[in-house]
T-cell receptor, first 109, second 112 residues
Framework: SQQGEEDPQALSIQEGENATMNCSYKTSINNLQWYRQNSGRGLVHLILIRSNEREKHSGRLRVTLDTSKKSSSLLITASRAADTASYFCATGRDDKIIFGKGTRLHILP | SQTIHQWPATLVQPVGSPLSLECTVE??????LYWYRQAAGRGLQLLFY??????ISSEVPQNLSASRPQDRQFILSSKKLLLSDSGFYLC???????????FGPGTRLLVL
């Protein structure tokens, strides 16, 4: 079963704008991760935030986690054409992580 | 550095035929290994994971099976493929005790 649900399912923005994607989950977690998948490729890990953290930054990425609302957001600032991809949140529990269905992000030139 | 290999990259198989997909990891020892399936435009479905040689946990009952004959080798098999087995199969590994997963390039399977 899938734990995380990303919102929106698809997002198109102009190059240079910021992109925000959200993830909601249902049960308690140890951590939450965001991954990126270019079309037809494997997933690439972007960032991990632990349950006792509220915000984390990595380059143009900013992730927040609200465990009281069981939600997380991924912000990509100053988007580029190369950011076009699908983005997945994944919640960690025991030795497994469970992925959501993803947000398809399309950066328009 | 660690690398993960999957083969074949693409496979077209008739319904009822057997399947064997292989995944190997280099540059690490005793990894946790995972098989996922991704339907077109969908998220990842965890099929199997393994925390050691011969230890396989199945997440979804179906006509697929997995084996781990060696520490860094993970094999996904089927005796008879179904049309519904079509999809993109991804292998991944983690360092035991850590959460970040590292994915292989995937195998695209089309069952006709």
């Amino acid at each position: 079963s899938q734990q995380g649900e990303e919102d929106p399912q698809a997002l198109s923005i102009q190059e240079g704008e910021n992109a925000t994607m959200n993830c909601s989950y249902k049960t308690s977690i140890n951590n939450l991760q965001w991954y990126r998948q270019n079309s037809g490729r494997g997933l690439v890990h972007l960032i991990l935030i632990r349950s006792n953290e509220r915000e984390k930054h990595s380059g143009r990425l900013r992730v927040t986690l609200d465990t009281s609302k069981k939600s997380s957001s991924l912000l990509i600032t100053a988007s580029r054409a190369a950011d076009t991809a699908s983005y997945f949140c994944a919640t960690g529990r025991d030795d497994k992580i469970i992925f959501g269905k993803g947000t398809r992000l399309h950066i328009l030139p | 550095s660690q690398t993960i290999h999957q083969w074949p990259a693409t496979l077209v198989q008739p319904v009822g035929s057997p399947l064997s997909l292989e995944c190997t990891v280099e540059g690490t020892s005793n990894p946790n290994l995972y098989w996922y399936r991704q339907a077109a435009g969908r998220g990842l479905q965890l099929l199997f994971y393994s925390v050691g040689i011969g230890q396989i946990s199945s997440e979804v009952p179906q006509n697929l099976s997995a084996s781990r004959p060696q520490d860094r080798q993970f094999i996904l098999s089927s005796k008879k493929l179904l049309l519904s087995d079509s999809g993109f199969y991804l292998c991944a590994w983690t360092v035991t005790g850590e959460e970040t997963q590292y994915f292989g390039p995937g195998t695209r399977l089309l069952v006709l």
